[in-house]
């Protein structure tokens, strides 16, 4: 794979990986926001967290688009990577970076997810997406 793709795949998940601890923290936001009881805060929040969302949704289209380009054994491997799997081993330093971003990444995902599922939880009850 070349060296200059791999980079501009390395600076797209980085920029991914930055909108994802936005979410992260804008979601912990709410949740301290909801235990003010603080409406009209988790409002502005929502939509705050709703924009970092859509744009780590443009970076993952961009992060599709530059995979398509490559051979398939090399779109395989990176896109592995990206979900967080290891099944191939990385070479470089470059892809080794790319594969520390993606675990970090995958695991601040999991601490949204959990925040999120608590939060909602909380105010729905049985009614939550979560049950």
Do not use: F
């Not at 970076?97 to 105010?123: F, G, P, Y």
């Amino acid at each position: 794979m070349e060296e200059a793709m791999l980079i501009e795949i390395l600076k797209e998940v980085q920029k991914k990986n930055q909108y994802i601890l936005e979410i992260e923290r804008i979601t912990r936001e709410i949740g301290e926001a909801l235990s003010r009881n603080d409406r009209t805060s988790v409002q502005i929040l929502l939509g705050m967290r709703q924009e970092e969302m859509d744009n780590a949704d443009v970076s993952e289209r961009n992060i599709q688009r530059l995979t398509s380009v490559l051979q398939q054994e090399d779109a395989v491997k990176l896109l592995g990577w990206i979900k967080g799997e290891e099944k191939i081993k990385p070479k470089t330093p470059l892809e080794e970076k790319l594969v520390e971003i993606c675990k970090n990444m995958q695991t601040a995902i999991k601490r949204t997810i959990d925040l999120d599922r608590h939060i909602s939880l909380r105010l729905a009850g049985k009614d939550s997406y979560y049950q």
